[in-house]
């Protein structure tokens, strides 16, 4: 994948602000000729390269907007940090963003914990966050007021699973997810899923996001005898999770979360791939007749990004955020990009994105689809 110009990726640590400065909670970010947008998120490691596919999506629709002129005469400029996941360095980012880098709002911030542990920081800085990415639910709920997320949220996610497997008859469902917060959280909504059906998971194990834990998880999904395991796996650790499954004598099936890269399983599985479904948050980035999908590919092919469900939700975040900066015009201020999100709606690309309800969590969009051997994607 192409190294995007607009991606400043920092994987040293940032050094701790101390207490929040009045500098800020100061309107900044925003000149006559630019915009800037800030992101935090784990650019490193087994975990770091989707997130480095969805940004270089977003970057698809941000370059193509610059050159178009930007929004009221403003080009937008995302100014990117590497937090490892890590909710220290993560708020120490959002901090070095707002009071070095002047960024306007965020856009794409990764984690749950990280997402979380920023929510003083956004309060207090009256900046938005737009479009996180791989947020809990919990953690959504705590950044109210601040926080508006594109995607569905994972108990959506969870209950659409849940209910297509109890559909065909599958009632030995285990779970497999990452061993931190959003994970935790994860492993909860499947039980709470499997119980409005009177089930109970077989087995829920917890993965360590290094892949360190990988083999023992894999053997332990086997022992259960569970008959479908409902993955939150980021990576390539679900593949290896379904590898050493089923080399210790497991025979389930696998279905992922959205945080799962079809993929890049794929490549890790091979010829038994096949036998995974994935609930998939945007529409298909291959369709032929919506002109937003046709677009995208089009902006993909030409500056080398993956073409894929993790590029294009980047890049559809990314026309989300535009389109609210658009409607809130040239005399651009935090509060009235607030305003403008809590009062939008629009329908882009097929799916229906409202913030005006209770919810901070803008769309409902649940897509199952298979993927084959090859890394391709079936509805």
């Given amino acids: 994948m192409q190294r995007r110009s607009f991606l400043a990726a920092s994987a040293a640590a940032v050094a701790g602000f101390g207490h929040l400065s009045s500098s800020l909670a100061a309107e900044g970010g925003v000149s006559d000729t630019e915009i800037v947008l800030g992101h935090t998120g784990i650019l490193s490691g087994p975990l770091g390269a989707p997130i480095k596919v969805v940004m270089a999506g977003a970057g698809l629709a941000f370059d193509a907007l610059n050159a178009q002129g930007g929004v009221a005469g403003r080009k937008l400029r995302l100014v990117s940090l590497d937090d490892e996941l890590s909710p220290e360095k993560a708020v120490a980012n959002y901090e070095k963003l707002l009071a070095e880098h ?3 709002a965020f856009f794409g911030c990764v984690g749950s914990g990280t997402t979380a542990a920023a ?12 479009a996180g990415y791989a947020v809990s639910d919990t953690a959504r709920e705590k950044v109210a007021g601040a926080g508006y997320f594109v995607r569905a949220t994972f108990a959506r996610e969870a209950q659409a699973l849940v209910q297509h497997l109890t559909t065909i008859g599958v009632s030995r469902i285990a779970s497999a997810c990452l061993d931190n917060p959003g994970g935790a959280e994860v492993a909860r909504l499947v039980e709470a899923a499997l119980s409005s059906h009177q089930l109970k998971p077989v087995a829920a194990v917890m993965v360590k996001g ?13 022992d259960s005898k569970a008959q479908a395991v409902i993955m939150y796996l980021g990576g390539g650790i679900g593949g290896e999770v379904m590898k050493s499954a089923w ?20 490549k890790l599985v091979g010829d038994k791939t096949s036998g995974l479904a994935i609930s998939q948050v945007v529409p298909y980035p291959w369709s032929e007749v919506d002109p937003v999908a046709r677009d995208y590919r089009q902006l993909a092919e030409r500056a080398k990004v993956d073409v894929g469900y993790l590029s294009y939700e980047g890049y559809v ?3 989300v955020a535009i389109e609210a900066l658009r409607r809130t015009g040239r005399d651009l201020t935090r509060a009235k990009l607030h305003a403008t999100l809590r009062t939008m709606k629009l329908r882009l690309a097929g799916m229906e994105v409202d913030f ?5 969590t803008g769309s409902r969009f649940i897509e199952m689809v298979r993927v084959t051997k090859e890394g391709r994607f079936l509805r």
């Fill in 356 to 360: 005006t309800g209770a919810s901070n």
């Fill in 247 to 266: 080399d210790a004598g497991g025979r389930q099936m696998f279905y992922g979360m959205s945080i799962v890269p079809g993929d890049v399983t794929a």
């Fill in 102 to 104: 002047r960024a306007f």
């Fill in 119 to 130: 929510a003083k920081v956004l309060a207090q800085s009256g900046a938005p966050l737009m």
């Fill in 317 to 319: 975040n990314a026309l």
């Fill in 210 to 222: 290094d892949g360190s834990t990988n083999a023992a998880m894999g053997k332990a999904l086997a």
